[in-house]
Nanobody, 124 residues
């Protein structure tokens, strides 16, 4: 069983930065692929970024490439999402999720464990 807790959200002006953290419990966390997703009001939950269990591989949705960076520290059982050059359209609740088994994926239905989410609001 894995429990995930996100933090680091908040209100920021366009062009600013935030770093989200996803703290995990569980001894096998380092073997699990993790993804970040986001959901804006009235919209579906969308994939943002994912990282392999050992951190060697990452993948991003096109709209955040070059602005967001996903990373992890398996000693601290934490995954990060560094978000730079934020835009109003990045406003959403951000969720981290972990797969019970398997590689990185963009489909939210493939993830078994989810955090409660953290609100990110970017003002123009």
């Amino acid at each position: 069983q894995v429990q995930l807790v996100e933090s680091g959200g908040g209100l920021v002006q366009a062009g600013g930065s935030l770093r989200l953290s996803c703290a995990a419990s569980g001894r096998t966390f380092s073997s699990k692929a993790v993804g970040w997703f986001r959901q804006a009001p009235g919209k579906e939950r969308d994939f943002v970024a994912s990282i392999a269990g050992n951190g060697a591989n990452t993948y991003y949705t096109d709209s955040v490439k070059g602005r967001f960076t996903i990373s992890r520290d398996n000693v601290k059982n934490t995954v990060y999402l560094q978000m730079n050059t934020l835009k109003p359209e990045d406003t959403a609740v951000y969720y981290c999720a972990a797969r019970g088994r398997g590689n990185m994926a963009t489909n939210s239905r493939l993830y078994d464990y989810w955090g409660q989410g953290t609100q990110v609001t970017v003002s123009s």
